[in-house]
């Protein structure tokens, strides 16, 4: 009976592990982009283009992804693997700053004219 139950803590421990670092991984990448637009000073000017567009708008899906990981994956939020430069306290506030620029661009976007606010 032991056996069992140490097999079964074990494939659980297992299982943990492995559902998690996906989490991690997504936000480190969600982290590293953002930190490279940070480093790139992206002008308000180069916003107005289509590219710009499609760009914000996959990190906006990319940030979504990572709130859900946050929400499933409480525990997710105590792991500190992120260089100090990419730490999600010192980044996740940078992509707002690209906001107003984008609504104001010429190229029609729902989800760029969305409302960012939290639910």
């Known amino acids: 009976m ?4 140490g097999f079964a803590l074990l494939t659980a421990t297992v299982t943990w592990v492995l559902g998690t670092f996906p989490a991690l991984a997504r936000r480190r990448a969600v982290a ?14 180069a916003l107005s283009t289509p590219h710009a567009a499609t760009m914000l708008q996959g990190l906006i899906s ?3 992804h990572v709130c859900v990981d946050f929400r499933q994956y409480a525990e997710s939020y105590y792991f500190s693997l992120l260089p100090v430069a ?3 306290a010192r980044i996740w506030a940078y ?4 906001v107003p620029a984008a609504s104001n661009s010429a190229i029609p ?4 004219d969305a409302p960012m606010t939290p639910s």
């Open 109 to 112: 976007s729902p989800v760029l």
């Open 2 to 5: 032991e056996a069992v139950v």
């Open 86 to 88: 990419q730490a999600p």
């Open 95 to 98: 992509p707002s700053r690209y």
């Open 62 to 64: 990319d940030l979504a």
């Open 32 to 45: 590293l982009r953002i930190s490279q637009l940070r480093r790139a000073d992206v002008s308000d000017r």
